[in-house]
């Protein structure tokens, strides 16, 4: 209290007005003015309502792993709690908006987020996570989702689904992309911990029940390009307990910016069926890259190479649980026991905070390891720009081309680089 | 389609007049009295990735979607004046009545203590005024203490609220110097001065602030700053910059708004390891655009330590339009008039003040005094041109009868010349209408006189705009006047 002085107390109540106006100035233009900005109110409201909700304070909480910064993030202070809207576009489906809830107490922290997009397109989650910082990092997290997508797309097997035999199209079927609407149901435990400054290892469980059901607009159904009972999986429901190990070394000073440094992850596991569902699998993969500086400390030329397989120990799989390319920057279209996805990245700082990105990507997917190859390569390349903090990523704008179009790539907000590693599967 | 153009025309139409703002009839406010006690608001928290990405990302794209002006400042009284307020306290620039009043607190006196906490050395002495102490980093000496001692005072002679800076000889209260900054030189800047309440939002007022109720960004205080931050070489504002206190004991005190870590100022801030502000990429040199374009390998190398390391560096060039590290948004909306009330604070301060202040800066050789004042002036000068240029500086001096005189600030501070100006003078209705033909007056030394004409208006505008080698300045001085019977009443200006 030492540090407090004694203010004069005002007897005066604040001023209200100073500035003496009763009437303020009008300049040539302002009813112009005054007009363009109610045309432009939609567009300058919903960069704020994008910005406000895909942005940093939302985008964080994905961020939920040992990272102990993010308490700074995600810091309503104790007992109390925050509530954003949130609003989000995926190609091919319609705006979604909700509102995310986000609260903390002590070394707790919970989100609650729910979204709505149409009859058919829906999602709810909730996670709940336990930070500790002593002795060493750790983090319990807890999380439930439920979510509805009614414009699923569904090729077929391989790398060429059209001529790959595997896939059983039927005579005459008006398409050879299929489409399909999935409710997903979807329970997630995890524990992470970082030993090491650079080192980060997860263990996580989930029970995930998925609902495949022909898309509400009809046409082009599962069962209208395929022959039935040929996609394992399809018009039914798929139960899978999975538990995995994964682990993560990253010698990069910041995620953040461009920076030199070498990154590695690696994870298994193991799903299996339930219920009506008998399929039992191992999941093993991973990913390494390395970050060289090229010249400058602020270009950094990145090349990566992800690997994705899962290898059947029992009954059929289910086509949702075979390896997908979210590293593909192109179209995600492809699905198969083993996926291969390289990239080569050049990121240069062209200004504090901000720095440029030429991208190139090639994908395949094959049936096993053995048959990875050269042939029928999918490719895209773009360029794109990134926003980011001393410690976080705060934005991208991207556009990348392939033979299968263009595809624009926006975010407001921090990636989920950190999100265990079931959120990607 | 048809209907559309057409009001489009109308809206058009409607748009291409003039009509000056009308005041009250009222004595302008003196005290803008926001000092009555509240209780302790909460301490705003600073995210700094929140931070950039609202002034990187959402603030552009919002604004560009903004087609409104800049509204005038708000927190500006009837003469186009800043009233005292918890953000602006104006003192004597006399140089014995203005040590006077810096001397608040006055420097740590009596025994001390000292202690380290929150990665400061904190000094408290016998009377219990915590003091934060600062030194020079070891290879940039007499830059950031001398700094912080100048750039204090300055700051306040402007009018803005900063935290006193002493200097501290560590025997003289009883501390050993092993206790403190590892410096040859200590100063003692006094901070907190009460309850620190976090970063002074850019944007919006308080909401638990009964007594801040003039959105930041239309604050002519904040505006300004960026004309302040040009003069001084203080390259960053914001979180950083300008802080909250809760002044006096809780429940009976009020919220102060200070400019803080003034150490980076004269350029300091650029010159050393202590206080370098890099990117996560370290320091990008060179444009975006080149940077862009040859992808960042034509980059110019990162400079290592700059070869001066004193503040000789502080230069006596500036550019008028400063740039500043990170975007501001109260300087982002700097109007005309902002930068001008600003430039004539400046030009008031007398030089014997700054002669004065940068010799307490105590520098071991005489010709690095010499450098900073000759700096000090010039930037001054030069900004001083500048934002005069951007207005018609004249001030209401008196109204006599029916006969106003203003002054011509540019001509009073010898930056323009009087054989270069004259006037033009039109009077307005308050509805925008010339009410006569404009004439032209020439000034005598700074002055100008300006016979009213009997008008049959009960609110005449008198619209001056300076017109210098021929050239109009591109905003008019505007006096309004009320008439009351035979006699006038001047009641506001605008510049």
Same mark, same amino acid.
């Given at each position: 209290?030492?540090?407090?002085?004694?203010?004069?107390?005002?007897?005066?109540?604040?001023?209200?007005?100073?500035?003496?106006?009763?009437?303020?100035?009008?300049?040539?233009?302002?009813?112009?003015?005054?007009?363009a900005n109610v045309l432009l109110f939609v567009p300058r409201a919903t960069t704020e309502i994008v910005f406000i909700t895909t942005g940093t304070a939302a985008g964080l909480i994905e961020e939920e792993q040992v990272v102990p910064r993010i308490d700074d993030m995600l810091n309503p202070g104790e007992g109390e709690v925050r509530i954003f809207p949130t609003a989000f576009m995926e190609t091919g489906s319609s705006l979604n908006v909700g509102a995310r809830v986000i609260?903390?107490?002590?070394?707790?922290?919970?989100?609650?987020?729910?979204?709505?997009?149409?009859?058919?397109?829906?999602?709810?989650?909730?996670?709940?996570?336990?930070?500790?910082?002593?002795?060493?990092?750790?983090?319990?997290?807890?999380?439930?989702?439920?979510?509805?997508?009614?414009?699923?797309?569904?090729?077929?097997?391989?790398?060429?689904?059209?001529?790959?035999?595997?896939?059983?199209?039927?005579?005459?079927?008006?398409?050879?992309?299929?489409?399909?609407?999935?409710?997903?149901?979807?329970?997630?435990?995890?524990?992470?911990?970082?030993? #090491?400054?650079?080192?980060?290892?997860?263990?996580?469980?989930?029970?995930?029940?998925?609902?495949?059901?022909?898309?509400?607009?009809?046409?082009?159904?599962?069962?209208?390009?395929?022959?039935?009972?040929?996609?394992?999986?399809?018009?039914?429901?798929?139960?899978?307990?999975?538990?995995?190990?994964?682990?993560?070394?990253?010698?990069?000073?910041?995620?953040?910016?461009?920076?030199?440094?070498?990154?590695?992850?690696?994870?298994?596991?193991?799903?299996?069926?339930?219920?009506?569902?008998?399929?039992?699998?191992?999941?093993?993969?991973?990913?390494?890259?390395?970050?060289?500086?090229?010249?400058?400390?602020?270009?950094?030329?990145?090349?990566?190479?992800?690997?994705?397989?899962?290898?059947?120990?029992?009954?059929?799989?289910?086509?949702?649980?075979?390896?997908?390319?979210?590293?593909?920057?192109?179209?995600?279209?492809?699905?198969?026991?083993?996926?291969?996805?390289?990239?080569?990245?050049?990121?240069?700082?062209?200004?504090?905070?901000?720095?440029?990105?030429?991208?190139?990507?090639?994908?395949?997917? #094959?049936?096993?390891?053995?048959?990875?190859?050269?042939?029928?390569?999918?490719?895209?390349?773009?360029?794109?720009?990134?926003?980011?903090?001393?410690?976080?990523?705060?934005?991208?704008?991207?556009?990348?081309?392939?033979?299968?179009?263009?595809?624009?790539?926006?975010?407001?907000?921090?990636?989920?680089?950190?999100?265990?590693?079931?959120?990607?599967? | 389609?048809?209907?559309?153009?057409?009001?489009?025309?109308?809206?058009?139409?409607?748009?291409?007049?003039?009509?000056?703002?009308?005041?009250?009839?009222?004595?302008?406010?003196?005290?803008?009295?926001?000092?009555?006690?509240?209780?302790?608001?909460?301490?705003?928290?600073?995210?700094?990735?929140?931070?950039?990405?609202?002034?990187?990302?959402?603030?552009?794209?919002?604004?560009?979607?903004?087609?409104?002006?800049?509204?005038?400042?708000?927190?500006?009284?009837?003469?186009?004046?800043?009233p005292r307020s918890s953000w602006f306290s104006p003192v004597a620039l006399e140089v014995g009545a203005f040590e006077k009043q810096y001397a608040a607190d006055g420097p740590p006196r009596g025994r001390a203590q000292i202690e380290a906490r929150g990665g400061h050395f904190v000094l408290t002495d016998a009377r219990g005024k915590v003091y934060r102490l600062i030194g020079d980093h070891p290879t940039l000496p007499q830059v950031d203490t001398s700094a912080a001692l100048?750039?204090?005072?300055?700051?306040?002679?402007?009018?803005?609220?900063?935290?006193?800076?002493?200097?501290?000889?560590?025997?003289?209260?009883?501390?050993?110097?092993?206790?403190?900054?590892?410096?040859?030189?200590?100063?003692?800047?006094?901070?907190?001065?009460?309850?620190?309440?976090?970063?002074?939002?850019?944007?919006?007022?308080?909401?638990?602030?009964?007594?801040?109720?003039?959105?930041?960004?239309?604050?002519?205080?904040?505006?300004?700053?960026?004309?302040?931050?040009?003069?001084?070489?203080?390259?960053?504002?914001?979180?950083?910059?300008?802080?909250?206190?809760?002044?006096?004991?809780?429940?009976?005190?009020?919220?102060?708004?200070?400019?803080?870590?003034?150490?980076?100022?004269?350029?300091?801030?650029?010159?050393?390891?202590?206080?370098?502000?890099?990117?996560?990429?370290?320091?990008?040199?060179?444009?975006?655009?080149?940077?862009?374009?040859?992808?960042?390998?034509?980059?110019?190398?990162?400079?290592?330590?700059?070869?001066?390391?004193?503040?000789?560096?502080?230069?006596?060039q500036v550019d008028a339009r400063y740039e500043l590290g990170h975007p501001y948004e109260p300087v982002d909306r700097l109007l005309p008039s902002d930068g001008y009330w600003l430039a004539k604070r400046m030009v008031q301060i007398p030089a014997s003040l700054i002669q004065r202040v940068v010799r307490e800066a105590r520098f071991s050789e005489a010709s690095l005094e010499r450098h900073v004042v000759r700096a000090l002036e010039a930037r001054r000068r030069t900004l001083?041109?500048?934002?005069?240029?951007?207005?018609?500086?004249?001030?209401?001096?008196?109204?006599?009868?029916?006969?106003?005189?203003?002054?011509?600030?540019?001509?009073?501070?010898?930056?323009?010349?009087?054989?270069?100006?004259?006037?033009?003078?039109?009077?307005?209705?308050?509805?925008?209408?010339?009410?006569?033909?404009? *004439?032209?007056?020439?000034?005598?030394?700074?002055?100008?006189?300006?016979?009213?004409?009997?008008?049959?208006?009960?609110?005449?505008?008198?619209?001056?705009?300076?017109?210098?080698?021929?050239?109009?300045?591109?905003?008019?001085?505007?006096?309004?006047?009320?008439?009351?019977?035979?006699?006038?009443?001047?009641?506001?200006? *605008?510049?």
């Amino acid at each position: 209290m030492g540090a407090l002085l004694v203010a004069p107390h005002a007897a005066a109540e604040p001023a209200t007005d100073v500035t003496g106006v009763a009437r303020e100035a009008s300049e040539p233009g302002d009813p112009a003015r005054r007009f363009a900005n109610v045309l432009l109110f939609v567009p300058r409201a919903t960069t704020e309502i994008v910005f406000i909700t895909t942005g940093t304070a939302a985008g964080l909480i994905e961020e939920e792993q040992v990272v102990p910064r993010i308490d700074d993030m995600l810091n309503p202070g104790e007992g109390e709690v925050r509530i954003f809207p949130t609003a989000f576009m995926e190609t091919g489906s319609s705006l979604n908006v909700g509102a995310r809830v986000i609260g903390r107490a002590d070394t707790v922290a919970t989100t609650a987020r729910i979204g709505y997009g149409g009859e058919h397109d829906q999602v709810a989650e909730s996670r709940l996570r336990f930070a500790f910082r002593t002795p060493v990092p750790l983090a319990l997290s807890l999380e439930a989702l439920h979510d509805e997508r009614s414009s699923n797309g569904y090729l077929g097997l391989g790398q060429e689904p059209e001529t790959d035999a595997r896939n059983r199209f039927r005579p005459g079927a008006p398409s050879r992309a299929a489409s399909y609407r999935e409710l997903r149901e979807r329970f997630i435990t995890g524990a992470g911990f970082r030993p #090491a400054a650079d080192t980060e290892l997860f263990v996580s469980s989930s029970l995930t029940r998925r609902h495949l059901f022909d898309p509400p607009s009809g046409g082009d159904t599962l069962s209208e390009v395929f022959e039935p009972g040929s996609v394992p999986g399809a018009n039914g429901t798929v139960r899978t307990v999975y538990s995995e190990l994964a682990l993560r070394v990253d010698t990069r000073a910041t995620r953040a910016g461009p920076a030199p440094g070498f990154l590695f992850e690696s994870y298994a596991g193991r799903g299996a069926g339930i219920g009506a569902s008998s399929h039992d699998f191992v999941r093993v993969g991973g990913r390494v890259a390395g970050f060289f500086q090229l010249f400058h400390p602020g270009n950094v030329l990145s090349p990566k190479l992800v690997l994705d397989g899962l290898a059947p120990t029992d009954g059929p799989i289910p086509f949702v649980e075979l390896p997908r390319q979210p590293d593909f920057r192109g179209f995600d279209t492809r699905r198969d026991y083993v996926s291969a996805v390289a990239s080569l990245d050049y990121r240069w700082a062209i200004a504090r905070h901000l720095a440029a990105r030429a991208f190139a990507d090639v994908a395949t997917v #094959a049936p096993r390891v053995r048959a990875l190859g050269f042939d029928a390569l999918r490719y895209d390349a773009g360029f794109g720009f990134d926003v980011y903090s001393r410690s976080a990523p705060l934005g991208s704008i991207a556009v990348s081309g392939s033979p299968d179009g263009e595809k624009l790539i926006l975010y407001f907000g921090v990636s989920s680089s950190f999100g265990d590693r079931q959120h990607r599967s | 389609m048809r209907t559309w153009a057409q009001w489009m025309f109308v809206v058009a139409a409607v748009g291409c007049s003039y009509r000056p703002a009308r005041f009250h009839d009222r004595p302008p406010i003196r005290d803008a009295h926001d000092d009555r006690p509240i209780a302790i608001p909460r301490k705003s928290a600073f995210v700094e990735a929140f931070y950039l990405s609202d002034v990187f990302l959402r603030r552009p794209v919002v604004d560009a979607l903004d087609a409104e002006r800049f509204p005038h400042a708000l927190d500006v009284n009837a003469l186009d004046e800043v009233p005292r307020s918890s953000w602006f306290s104006p003192v004597a620039l006399e140089v014995g009545a203005f040590e006077k009043q810096y001397a608040a607190d006055g420097p740590p006196r009596g025994r001390a203590q000292i202690e380290a906490r929150g990665g400061h050395f904190v000094l408290t002495d016998a009377r219990g005024k915590v003091y934060r102490l600062i030194g020079d980093h070891p290879t940039l000496p007499q830059v950031d203490t001398s700094a912080a001692l100048i750039a204090s005072r300055l700051v306040r002679a402007l009018g803005y609220l900063t935290p006193e800076t002493w200097w501290v000889e560590p025997s003289a209260l009883g501390v050993p110097r092993t206790a403190g900054p590892a410096s040859e030189r200590w100063v003692a800047v006094r901070w907190p001065v009460g309850v620190p309440l976090g970063a002074t939002d850019m944007t919006y007022q308080r909401d638990d602030d009964p007594n801040d109720r003039i959105p930041h960004r239309d604050r002519r205080t904040l505006r300004a700053l960026g004309v302040l931050a040009a003069w001084l070489d203080l390259r960053e504002l914001g979180p950083s910059r300008l802080v909250d206190a809760y002044v006096g004991l809780p429940g009976r005190g009020h919220v102060r708004h200070f400019v803080v870590g003034l150490h980076d100022a004269l350029g300091a801030g650029a010159l050393g390891p202590t206080t370098a502000s890099r990117s996560v990429a370290g320091p990008v040199e060179g444009d975006a655009l080149s940077n862009l374009l040859s992808l960042g390998l034509a980059r110019p190398p990162a400079r290592g330590a700059r070869p001066e390391r004193s503040l000789r560096a502080f230069r006596a060039q500036v550019d008028a339009r400063y740039e500043l590290g990170h975007p501001y948004e109260p300087v982002d909306r700097l109007l005309p008039s902002d930068g001008y009330w600003l430039a004539k604070r400046m030009v008031q301060i007398p030089a014997s003040l700054i002669q004065r202040v940068v010799r307490e800066a105590r520098f071991s050789e005489a010709s690095l005094e010499r450098h900073v004042v000759r700096a000090l002036e010039a930037r001054r000068r030069t900004l001083a041109s500048y934002w005069f240029s951007r207005v018609t500086p004249c001030e209401v001096e008196a109204l006599s009868g029916r006969t106003l005189i203003v002054v011509d600030q540019a001509l009073a501070a010898g930056l323009e010349g009087a054989g270069d100006t004259r006037y033009v003078v039109s009077f307005l209705g308050d509805d925008g209408n010339e009410l006569t033909p404009p *004439r032209t007056v020439l000034p005598a030394l700074a002055e100008v006189e300006i016979p009213i004409p009997e008008l049959e208006r009960d609110y005449v505008v008198v619209r001056v705009t300076a017109i210098r080698r021929g050239t109009p300045a591109p905003r008019a001085m505007e006096a309004h006047l009320k008439s009351e019977g035979s006699n006038l009443k001047w009641v506001g200006v *605008r510049h």
